[in-house]
């Protein structure tokens, strides 16, 4: 490969990930079905087994509806999981679900519906969705960047 093949090779790479990060802009409805499905679960916590295992299967449908719309509508599906930069984002998102789900564990039992695992909940949804519509940023700078 001499160097001019090596420059448009590169150039190659640099335009595919320019496509890719325009391709991977989610509309807010999508960021919304994140926060929903991990609300899903935090709420259940605070509810008696059976409903919790109701709640799960729910959480689980949405994140299967999500892949599948995602796939339909833009023709792939990003998880989360990725190296670089977006890994502090996922993890804050995951430390707040965490939090989150204490809080609601933490209130089983109470009289239903109980104030503390409606704001964790409450509070999960809108970090959810803030956390992954910030982590879609972080990706397409990443992108971006590769691109330049």
Request: aromatic share 8%.
């Amino acid at each position: 490969m001499n160097h001019d093949q090596a420059s448009a090779a590169l150039a190659g790479v640099r335009q595919a990930n320019h496509r890719l990060a325009e391709r991977t802009r989610w509309p807010l409805g999508r960021h919304a079905a994140f926060g929903l499905a991990e609300s899903l679960l935090v709420f259940g916590l605070s509810l008696p087994t059976s409903y919790l295992a109701l709640f799960a299967v729910l959480a689980m449908i949405t994140v299967l509806l999500v892949i599948r719309s995602d796939k339909r509508t833009h023709g792939m599906f990003v998880s989360g999981f990725k190296g670089g930069r977006t890994t502090i984002v996922l993890l804050g998102t995951t430390a707040l679900v965490v939090c989150c789900a204490i809080l609601s564990w933490m209130s089983r039992g109470d009289p239903f519906p109980a104030l503390i695992p409606v704001l964790a909940t409450a509070i999960c949804f809108l970090g959810c969705t803030l956390g992954s519509y910030a982590w879609q940023g972080v990706y397409n700078d990443e992108l971006e960047a590769r691109s330049a």
